[in-house]
């Protein structure tokens, strides 16, 4: 089976193994519903919140729909850095993952392509996810143009091609595409 290649990658490999585990703690002021009832609003880094989770769940999820970032390189901010349109940055140069990258990958990630950077931070989280999966479990990933054909080698590499399910073409009318080519759909992998 063919596999995807990017500088960074020897050292993403296997760091889904060493995220240390976090407990999870209950907020009683922020919740809803009933206490005990299983449901959870988990805030903070996708990597250490998929941590935390694997123990609760690992082998019992039967659905995953994840919208990891398109890296498009938009970060908007105003005057003051506060955001100003999109909720989550989605430059991959953002220090939060910058600082990441340079501690678990070391001096070569200052030589990582926009799309290296990318793979070094997905590739860990869709490790995790497969970890929760059951066996007869599916994951669902959207994804526009920029990082489509990384996205599809990579979820092939990690989930194996015979449990390729398809590409569901979703209409979307946003507009992420500087170029004016008329690109209206993103992809919903399986």
Request: proline share 6%; glycine share 8%.
């Amino acid at each position: 089976m063919p596999t995807l290649n990017w500088i960074g990658k020897e050292a993403v490999i296997n760091h889904h193994l060493d995220v240390p585990f976090h407990l999870l703690k209950d907020v009683p002021d922020l919740g809803c519903g009933d206490p005990g009832s299983g449901n959870l609003i988990v805030e903070g880094d996708n990597l250490l919140a998929l941590k935390a989770l694997l123990p609760y769940y690992k082998g019992k999820v039967k659905c995953i729909c994840i919208d990891p970032p398109y890296n498009t390189g938009v970060d908007e901010r105003d005057a003051e850095g506060k955001r100003s349109g999109w909720v989550y940055s989605d430059n991959i140069d953002n220090p939060v993952q910058k600082a990441w990258r340079n501690k678990v990958v070391g001096p070569e990630a200052e030589d990582l392509s926009r799309h290296d950077k990318w793979l070094c931070m997905i590739y860990p989280r869709l490790m995790l996810l497969k970890e929760m999966l059951r066996d007869d479990g599916i994951i669902f990933a959207n994804i526009d143009e920029n990082e489509y054909a990384n996205l599809r080698q990579l979820m092939d590499e990690v989930f194996g091609i015979p449990n390729r399910v398809g590409t569901i073409i979703w209409h979307n009318a946003t507009d992420n595409n500087p170029t004016n080519i008329a690109i209206e759909h993103e992809y919903v992998l399986s």
